[in-house]
């Protein structure tokens, strides 16, 4: 069963300082795997604990996934160097 997904309004603006065939990848990595198995991604840790990233390229995407609404909501996508600062 596949998740509804969600993306919160400050990783849309962060997507249009991102070149455009980086933004397309990370969609279809979002529609064709994470919301088919969002637990297929790397589970953080620490403070991060009870998020996920999956890592393409040069980038990374940061996501929580909501288990009773069935929704993945993408928090970031962003530069791999870049992608923890003010998560």
């Known amino acids: 069963m596949a998740y ?4 919160e309004n400050r990783c849309l603006r962060e997507l249009k300082k991102l ?7 990370a ?3 979002i ?7 969002p637990h297929a991604g790397k589970a953080l840790a620490g403070r991060y604990r009870g998020l996920f990233s999956w890592r ?3 980038y990374c995407i940061v996501y ?10 993408v928090l970031r996508i ?10």
């Open 4 to 7: 509804r997904v969600e993306i």
């Open 19 to 25: 070149d455009r065939r980086e933004v397309l990848r």
């Open 27 to 29: 969609f279809e990595l």
């Open 31 to 37: 529609e064709k795997t994470i919301a088919r198995d």
């Open 56 to 58: 393409f390229s040069s």
């Open 64 to 73: 929580e996934i909501q288990e009773k609404r069935l929704v993945i909501v």
């Open 78 to 87: 962003s530069h791999r160097k870049d992608i923890y600062e003010g998560l």
